[in-house]
C-alpha cells in the first residue's frame, strides 16, 4: 500500500472547519484513500473513503485532487469530541490479504473551546 | 446493532504466562483482523481471516503469538511463554466479506474497544 504523509499535529477552534491533509503521492490507480479517527483509549472508527470523485456523508467531507496525490478531511463543525488521532490510509486489495488497514502516525487533532 | 466486541477488557499476567485474547465480531461480518498498538508506536496489523482460514498472518511477530477463528465467528489470539515487550493494547476489527462478486471490493472495519495487556 502507498505510503501518506500527515502533520503530526493541529489545532482547531470549535465551531470552525478542520481541514486536516494528507499526501499520498505514490498511490496507484486502484487505491482507494480511507480516513479512520481514533479517540483516545477507544478503538480506531471509520470515516469516510472515496477514490478519485469528492465524497460526502454525515460526518466528514473528502477532497482529493484531480492527480489524486493528496486529499483533504474536512470536518466542517468541529467540536471537543472531535479530538482524536486522525489517519489518512491508502488502501489497495491484493488477493488473500483482504485489504488490511496499514497505520502511519496520523495527525493528532486538538479542538479548543 | 451490537458492535465489535473483546475481552478481556484487561488483562495483566506475568512473564512467561500463556494468554488468550478473544474477539466477537459483528454478526454476517466473515472478514476478521487483528492489530495491535503499542505505547509509542502505530497500529500494527497481526494477521487477517476470512471465514475461518488466514491468509494473511505476516504481522505475527513470533511463533509465540497464534491465532483461530471458529465457526465463522468468535476468534481468539493466543500469546505464548508472554515477553515484555508484548504489552500493548490487540485491538479486533470485522468486515463485510473482503471479496465482493463480480469484483473485488473493499469493506470498511469496525474495530472494537481492544483489550489492554500488561505483561509484569
Known amino acids: 500500500d502507498a505510503k501518506t504523509t500527515q502533520p503530526t499535529s493541529m489545532d482547531c477552534a470549535e465551531g470552525r472547519a478542520a481541514n486536516l491533509p494528507c499526501n499520498h503521492s505514490?498511490?496507484?490507480?486502484?487505491?482507494?484513500v480511507y480516513w479512520y479517527r481514533q479517540i483516545h483509549s477507544q478503538g480506531p472508527q471509520y470515516i469516510i473513503h472515496?477514490?478519485?470523485n469528492n465524497e460526502t456523508n454525515e460526518m466528514a467531507s473528502l477532497i482529493i485532487t484531480e492527480d489524486r496525490k493528496s486529499s483533504t478531511l474536512i470536518l466542517p463543525h468541529a467540536t471537543l469530541r472531535d479530538t482524536a488521532v486522525y489517519y489518512c490510509?491508502?488502501?489497495?486489495?491484493?488477493?488473500?490479504?483482504?485489504?488490511?488497514?496499514?497505520f502511519g502516525q496520523g495527525t493528532e487533532l486538538s479542538v479548543k473551546p | 446493532g451490537a458492535g465489535v466486541s473483546q475481552s478481556p477488557s484487561n488483562k495483566v499476567t506475568e512473564k512467561g504466562k500463556d494468554v488468550e485474547l478473544r474477539c466477537d465480531p459483528i454478526?454476517?461480518?466473515?472478514?476478521l483482523y487483528w492489530y495491535r498498538q503499542s505505547l509509542g508506536q502505530g497500529l500494527e496489523f497481526l494477521i487477517y481471516?476470512?471465514?475461518?482460514?488466514?491468509?494473511?498472518k505476516s504481522g505475527l511477530p513470533s511463533d509465540r503469538f497464534s491465532a483461530e477463528r471458529t465457526g465463522g465467528s468468535v476468534s481468539t489470539l493466543t500469546i505464548q511463554r508472554t515477553q515484555q515487550e508484548d504489552s500493548a493494547v490487540y485491538l479486533c476489527?470485522?468486515?463485510?466479506?473482503?471479496?465482493?462478486?463480480?469484483?473485488?471490493?473493499?469493506?470498511?472495519?469496525?474495530f472494537g474497544p481492544g483489550t489492554r495487556l500488561t505483561v509484569t
Open positions: 481471516f476470512q471465514g475461518n482460514s488466514a491468509p494473511d
Open positions: 476489527a470485522s468486515s463485510l466479506n473482503s471479496i465482493s462478486p463480480p469484483g473485488r471490493k473493499l469493506y470498511e472495519q469496525y
Open positions: 505514490t498511490i496507484s490507480g486502484n487505491e482507494y
Open positions: 490510509i491508502v488502501r489497495g486489495y491484493a488477493y488473500n490479504q483482504g485489504g488490511k488497514l496499514i
Open positions: 472515496g477514490l478519485k
Open positions: 454478526s454476517g461480518h466473515t472478514a
